[in-house]
């Protein structure tokens, strides 16, 4: 039968403690100031002259005071020894070993601690920063986490001020800040600036007067405003790993993405200012990814298109400009370019008067519409999405907050049918766009989203 190994950890990262098998051991006052004494001498023998100085501090000198010390000292190492017994016997003398040293006056009996580094925090915490020292920087960064998971205080606090603690306390300290500096150092290497920035600020703090500190400090929040750029919002949704994502700019320059063009229901490509203006999304569309030719981007959608049923076709008497094919409001056309897609997705109608209409209805079916083919086709890329309505198809009863809540409230409610549409959802507003926008809105829709699930959550809109 296997038998399982007794524990025993003296712990001196903060206040001392001492277990045995994960249990509490209570020790007297002198008898604990006496370990610490031990533990400070880091594995060198102290002389029981030393011992008694440094723990009883006893001024005054009485007859036979020597033997004196020397049965007190032994008293308490006898105490300390029961107290590691408790793992099993013979623990005790393992760990409280006993010594001689020739003096000019004779053999003088010393005592010194022999514990592993699983059994003392301070020798396991060294252990780990010089093993992170030398590692990779993924590995270090779980090494220096696992070290400073043990730190629970200053070292030694029982000995505070005390010369015998000055020099482990301080090289403690120092090894402390090293890890601290090192963490910081491996998550920015690995682009982990998030993870970075709560220890560079607990480091400047602990160390107000350290320029070091405070410079490393600077750095990462300039690195961390440098990778944001024109972000304005950004949200994982808890438990699956999704990102909900504001961002100021150019929807044609999210290189990285799939893209989400609004469409009216005949899907007219030609930016001619009378059909399509070449200013809204849709005729820079031509312009930005298809080199200006308009039939490049018409073979994709026709391909697309044979998957659907068309509502009607218009006479040329009734619709003389413009095509004259209709499909029905959410129809969502996958169109490849280059490694991603372009989403052509048919929310609003175009009338016989070349007057693009939609609604709130129409853009919300639409938007429910829209997620399972990204779903489908996305190659599961992030997709990035314009303020879609609120352009030329005149959908004058929502706002900007509202337009952009129900992207958001339709994108999340998809996660619930299907948590892997996409990773990450980027909603693209521009400048104007912006400053009617109020993001404070979305980010608690996001919040509750969080607390009631992806499936959940109503906006109120349409």
Same mark, same amino acid.
């Given at each position: 039968?296997? %038998?399982?190994?007794?524990?025993?950890?003296?712990?001196?990262?903060?206040?001392?403690?001492? /277990?045995?098998?994960? &249990? *509490?051991?209570?020790?007297?006052?002198?008898?604990?100031?006496?370990?610490?004494?031990?533990?400070?001498?880091?594995?060198?023998?102290?002389?029981?002259?030393?011992?008694?100085?440094?723990?009883?501090?006893?001024?005054?000198?009485?007859?036979?005071? +020597?033997? #004196?010390?020397?049965?007190?000292?032994?008293?308490?190492?006898?105490?300390?020894?029961?107290?590691?017994?408790?793992?099993?016997?013979?623990?005790?003398?393992?760990?409280?070993? !006993?010594?001689?040293?020739?003096?000019?006056?004779?053999?003088?009996? !010393?005592?010194?601690? @022999?514990?592993? +580094?699983? /059994?003392?925090?301070?020798?396991?915490?060294?252990?780990?920063?010089?093993?992170?020292?030398?590692?990779?920087?993924?590995?270090?960064?779980?090494?220096? @986490?696992?070290?400073?998971?043990?730190?629970?205080?200053?070292?030694?606090?029982?000995?505070?001020? /005390?010369?015998?603690?000055?020099?482990?306390?301080?090289? $403690?300290?120092?090894?402390?800040?090293?890890?601290?500096?090192?963490?910081?150092?491996?998550? !920015?290497?690995?682009? #982990?600036? @998030?993870?970075?920035?709560?220890?560079?600020?607990?480091?400047?703090?602990?160390?107000?007067?350290?320029?070091?500190?405070?410079? %490393?400090?600077?750095? $990462?929040?300039?690195?961390?405003?440098?990778?944001?750029?024109?972000?304005?919002?950004?949200?994982?949704?808890?438990?699956?790993?999704?990102?909900?994502?504001?961002?100021?700019?150019?929807?044609?320059?999210?290189?990285?993405?799939? =893209?989400?063009?609004?469409?009216?229901?005949?899907?007219?490509?030609?930016?001619?200012?009378?059909?399509?203006?070449? /200013?809204?999304?849709?005729?820079?569309?031509?312009?930005?990814?298809?080199?200006?030719?308009?039939?490049?981007?018409?073979?994709? =959608?026709?391909?697309?298109?044979?998957?659907?049923? *068309?509502?009607?076709?218009?006479?040329?008497?009734?619709?003389?400009?413009?095509?004259? %094919?209709?499909? *029905?409001?959410? !129809?969502?056309?996958?169109?490849?370019?280059?490694?991603? #897609?372009?989403?052509? =997705?048919?929310?609003?109608?175009?009338?016989?008067?070349? #007057? &693009?209409?939609?609604?709130?209805?129409?853009?919300?079916?639409?938007?429910?519409?829209?997620?399972?083919?990204?779903?489908?086709?996305?190659?599961?890329?992030?997709?990035?999405?314009?303020?879609?309505?609120?352009?030329?198809?005149?959908?004058?009863?929502?706002?900007?907050?509202?337009?952009?809540?129900?992207?958001?409230?339709?994108?999340?409610?998809?996660?619930?049918?299907?948590?892997?549409?996409?990773?990450?959802?980027?909603?693209? $507003?521009?400048?104007?766009? =912006?400053?009617?926008? +109020?993001?404070?809105?979305?980010?608690?829709?996001?919040?509750?989203?969080?607390?009631?699930?992806?499936?959940?959550?109503?906006?109120?809109?349409?």
């Amino acid at each position: 039968m296997q %038998t399982r190994t007794p524990r025993i950890r003296v712990s001196v990262l903060g206040p001392l403690r001492l /277990e045995v098998d994960g &249990a *509490p051991v209570r020790l007297t006052p002198l008898t604990a100031r006496l370990l610490v004494r031990l533990v400070a001498a880091e594995g060198e023998a102290v002389t029981v002259r030393e011992l008694y100085r440094d723990v009883w501090q006893q001024t005054v000198q009485l007859p036979h005071q +020597d033997l #004196r010390n020397r049965n007190e000292v032994q008293k308490r190492i006898l105490e300390l020894r029961r107290a590691f017994d408790l793992a099993g016997p013979g623990h005790g003398a393992r760990i409280v070993r !006993t010594g001689q040293l020739p003096t000019a006056r004779g053999a003088e009996s !010393t005592y010194r601690l @022999d514990l592993a +580094d699983g /059994e003392l925090d301070s020798a396991e915490f060294a252990r780990l920063v010089r093993d992170a020292l030398r590692a990779a920087p993924a590995s270090a960064v779980r090494l220096l @986490d696992d070290a400073l998971r043990l730190w629970c205080g200053r070292p030694l606090p029982e000995a505070q001020n /005390e010369e015998f603690a000055t020099a482990p306390v301080r090289r $403690l300290t120092r090894l402390r800040e090293t890890a601290l500096r090192e963490l910081v150092a491996g998550h !920015t290497t690995l682009g #982990r600036y @998030d993870l970075a920035l709560p220890v560079a600020e607990q480091a400047a703090r602990e160390r107000p007067e350290d320029p070091e500190a405070a410079a %490393t400090l600077a750095r $990462l929040n300039a690195r961390l405003r440098e990778r944001h750029g024109a972000e304005l919002l950004r949200h994982t949704l808890r438990g699956l790993r999704v990102d909900v994502v504001v961002v100021r700019g150019d929807l044609f320059d999210q290189e990285d993405a799939n =893209l989400v063009v609004g469409f009216s229901d005949t899907f007219d490509t030609f930016a001619d200012d009378v059909v399509i203006s070449r /200013e809204s999304v849709q005729g820079q569309l031509v312009d930005r990814l298809f080199e200006g030719r308009h039939r490049l981007l018409d073979d994709g =959608l026709r391909r697309g298109l044979k998957e659907f049923v *068309p509502l009607a076709t218009e006479s040329v008497r009734d619709k003389r400009r413009g095509r004259r %094919t209709r499909y *029905p409001i959410g !129809t969502a056309v996958a169109v490849p370019v280059g490694g991603r #897609r372009v989403f052509a =997705l048919a929310y609003s109608r175009l009338g016989n008067d070349l #007057r &693009a209409r939609s609604a709130p209805a129409d853009l919300r079916l639409s938007l429910e519409r829209l997620w399972p083919a990204v779903a489908r086709h996305g190659l599961f890329k992030p997709v990035a999405i314009p303020l879609i309505g609120a352009g030329l198809s005149r959908l004058v009863e929502l706002d900007r907050t509202q337009l952009l809540l129900l992207v958001v409230e339709t994108f999340t409610r998809s996660l619930g049918l299907d948590p892997a549409v996409c990773p990450e959802l980027r909603v693209v $507003l521009r400048a104007g766009d =912006l400053e009617r926008t +109020d993001l404070s809105m979305v980010e608690s829709f996001l919040r509750g989203v969080d607390e009631r699930g992806p499936a959940l959550g109503p906006t109120g809109v349409g």
